[in-house]
C-alpha cells in the first residue's frame, strides 16, 4: 500500500469526458479514486499534494505506432530503452509493432514480449500480433491465440498485404474474434523504385517517385473489405488528401472503421527532405503542403481518429546512405506531444483536439480501461507545460537511435512529468 | 570561337577565384559561374589543339576517378583533362572492389579520404550520393553523375558545344528528346540553360517525363513535329531500351518511328539546326546511324568540348580548395 497521491490545481483536459477544468485528482493504489472538478480536493491523511501550479493534466498518451528492436536489433531499441523514451514524451501505453526478429505471429512470443515488458518497460507495452506469418503476406496466423496471449490488435506493420483474398479472409476471421485489424496500405506495384512522393520536387533530386494512388487504391479495396467482413478496421496511417476523403465516405455507413495518423505527416512535408536528408525517409513518404493540411481537415472532422509516433528506430549505418539506399523510418516516442503542440501553437487545432487522437481514441478503438480521467481507471497521467521552451538535442535521447525527423527543433510545450499507474516514472529536468 | 594566344593559356591567375569548393550540381551555380567555367574552358580547348598539351596546374595534385558505375567515356575524359593539368590520376572503378565486400559509400569515403587526394570525381547510380560523399571528405569532389540527378560537367560541354557553334546561347530553343524520366543530362541542361535564358523543350511520350517538368522546361511536348519546330539545337538522350521496352514504350521499333531521330524529323527543326548526343548512342534507336554521322552532327565535338570543360572545372575548383 503506497499513500494517496492528489495532483491539485491542475488544468485537467481528459477528452473522453470532454473535460476542460480546474480541479484535482486522488490517486490510491495506482488508480484515479476520485476527481474534484472546479475546486480544489479535500487531502485525505497522510496523503501526499502535488501542487500542478495550473499545468494541463491529462491522461497519459497512447501511440498506436511504434517499432522496437527487440527482440533480435537491440541495438536499435530494447523494450527497455523504448519505455523510458515513451515516458519521457508522455506516452504510458504504447503498441508494439511485430516486426522483430523473430516475427510476433505465435502466442508464446506475445506472452513473454508482456512478461519481459513488465519487468524492464516503465511504460505499458501492449504487443500488436503479425496478421501473417513471418510478415509475408501468405498464411495468416492464429488470430484466437495470440489474442488469449494478450495481443491487442493484428497488423503486418511495416508491410502491407497485397492479395485482395487474403485479406478479405483475414479480416473475415478476425472480426470472428472481434480484434482490431490494423492494415497500413501500399500497392506495392505501383510504389516501384518510388522513395517519395512523386512531383517536381522528387522529378528535381533525380530521386523516382510513387504516385498518391500507390496509397489511396489499396485503401479503397480495404475500405470495401472492412464493410463486406465487418472487421473493426483501422487505417494505420493515412498520408494523402485522397485518403481523408475515402475516410469520410467509408465512416458516414460504416461505424467499425477507423483511421491513424503519423505525426511525421502532421508536421513536414516533403520540402523537409531537403538535399536528401534521410531522416526524412519514410513511409508512407512527406507528401506535399497540400496534403498535410488535408491531414489537419481530417483531424477536425474526425475523419482521422488517432495521432502516432511511428517511431522507428534505425542506425546510422541504415541511414548514412544515398537516400534511395537508406532505410524507412524516424524515432518519434520522446517528440510526439510537443510537434504536436505546433499545430495547438500555430491554431490549426485545439488541445482537446490533439489529446483525444493520442488517449481516449486509441483506448476506444483498442479497447483499454486507460486513456481518460475518470474514477476507477488507471492513474496514467501526464503534467504539461504548453508553453515550455526547449530545442530537440540529439544526445538527450533516452532512445538508442538518433534518426530524428525534428533534429534540433524548437519546441513550445513539454510533459513535466508523467504517472504510470499512480507512480511518477518521468520528471523534467531543466536543460542545461 | 574567342582567341587567347598561347602564352596566356600559362597561368589561370586572369580569371576571378572561383568561389565554390565542389561541383555537385549546377543548381548550386550562379550564372557568372557558368559562364566562368565556359570562359575558361575555351581557353582549355585552345591548350588541347597544342602539339604539347600540357598546362600543368595542378603539378602535384593527386584526382581520384571513383566510378561506382562504369563508363568508360566519361572516365577517360577527366582522366585526360586530369593529366593534361598535370595532376596524378587514379582510376578507382568501386563494382569490384570494397563496395562489394559490404563496406558503406561513406567508409569508402573515409578510407580514400586518408589518402589525401585533392579532388574525387565521383559517379555512383543513387541520386544524391555524390552529395553525401562530399560532406565525408576533407578535398574537393566533382560530381560525374548521380543517378538521375545530375551531371554537371555534360550540361557544361553541352553548352560550350552550342556556344562555339552558335557564337552565343541566349535566345536559342534547344529541345531535348527522349528518356527525360531518368536522365541526369536533362535535368543540367534544363538548369543550366534555363540560367543562360535559352528556350527549352522536352519532347516525349508520356510515361518517359518525369512529374512536375512543366515548372523545369520552358515547353513540353510529346509530339516530336510540334516540338522541333524552330529549334536551333536538337539534343537527343539515350533511352535504355532495355529496361523500357514492354512497359514505359512498347517496342523500340514502335519508339523509332515516333520519336527517334530521322532526316524527317530533323526537316522539322530551323534548316542550321545542330544535333547532339550524350553518348553512347543506341544507333537505330533514338537516332538514325545517318544523322549521327552528318554534318548536322556535333557529337564528336562534345567530346572534345568534354575534355576542356573538364579541365576548366578541375582547374578551377582546386585554387579555390588551397586558399580555403
Redesign the interface.
Known sequence: MTSPLIIDNARIVDPASNTDQLGAVLIENGLITDLAIGGPAGVPDGAEVINAGGQLLAPGLIDMRVFVGEPGKEYRETLASAGAAAVAGGITSFVMMPDTTPTVDDGALVDFLIRRAEAQSLARILPAAAITKGLLGKDITEFGLLKEAGAVCLTDGAQSIQSSALLRSAMGYAANFDMPFVHHVFDAELVGDGVMT????????????MPREAETIPLARDLQLAALTKVRYHAAQLSTAGSVTLLEAAKSGNTKVTAGLSINNLCLNENDIG??RTYFKLNPPLRSEDDRQAMIEGLRSGAIDTIHSDHDPQDS?VK??????ASNGAIGLETLLSAALRLVHSGDLNVMTILRAMTARPAEILGLDTGRIARGAPADLILVDLDYPWQVTEKNFRSRSRNTSFENARMQGKVMRTLVGGKTVFMNEVQE | MPQHSSSAAGSSGDFPPFRQRHLISI?DLKQHEIIDLLDRAERMIDISRQERKSHPTLAGKTQINLFFEPSTRTQSSFEIAGKRLGALVVNMSVKTSSVSKGE???DTAATLNAMRPDVLVVR?G????V??LSQKVGCSVVNAG?????HPTQALLDALTIRNHKGMLAGLTVAICGDIANS?VA?SNLLLLGALNVRTRVIAPRTLL????E??ATEVFTDMEEGLKGADVVMMLRLQHERASGKMIPSVREYYRFYGLDAQKLGWAKPDAIVMHPGPMNRGVEIDPAIADSERSVITDQVEMGVAVRMAVLDALLPARNQA
Open positions: 512523386e512531383g517536381l520536387f522528387a522529378t528535381v533530386l533525380g530521386l523516382k517517385g538535399r536528401y549505418e548514412r546512405q544515398p537516400f534511395a539506399e | 543548381a558503406t559509400l561513406v555512383h543513387a541520386a544524391g550520393a552529395e553525401l548521380d543517378g538521375a540527378h545530375e541526369r535535368r518525369p512529374a512536375g517538368i515548372n523545369l
